[in-house]
Nanobody
Framework: QVQIAESGGGLVRPGGSLRLSCTASETIFKTFAMAWYRQVPGNQRELVATITNSGNTDYADSVKGRFTISRDNAKNTVYLQINSLEPEDTAIYFC?????????????WGQGTQVTVSS
């Protein structure tokens, strides 16, 4: 079973900020690029941001300029700083190793952390 734990979600007003954290097993963290995903129940999962072992990052167009992914290799932890939150960002946020879409359904996911943006 994959050992991943996400935290940091909450209820925030539009325009607010959150910092999500994810701790993964050392094997996953040191072997793979890491990524944040999000999913609204009933909708498809979405890849939000990725970060390689060397720190190269990539973002979905919908979050560019507002989200920042980073990692602390000493702590096996990846972060997602979310600024200028919009109601459309409301979702459950998950982290995992970066995977192509066709692997998502068979992967073992953590519980995620809920982000709710509402006034």
């Amino acid at each position: 079973q994959v050992q991943i734990a996400e935290s940091g979600g909450g209820l925030v007003r539009p325009g607010g900020s959150l910092r999500l954290s994810c701790t993964a097993s050392e094997t996953i963290f040191k072997t793979f690029a890491m990524a944040w995903y999000r999913q609204v129940p009933g909708n498809q999962r979405e890849l939000v941001a990725t970060i390689t072992n060397s720190g190269n990052t990539d973002y979905a167009d919908s979050v560019k300029g507002r989200f920042t992914i980073s990692r602390d290799n000493a702590k096996n932890t990846v972060y997602l700083q979310i600024n200028s939150l919009e109601p459309e960002d409301t979702a459950i946020y998950f982290c995992h190793k970066y995977m192509a879409r066709n692997y998502w359904a068979q992967a073992s996911w953590g519980q995620g952390t809920q982000v709710t943006v509402s006034s």
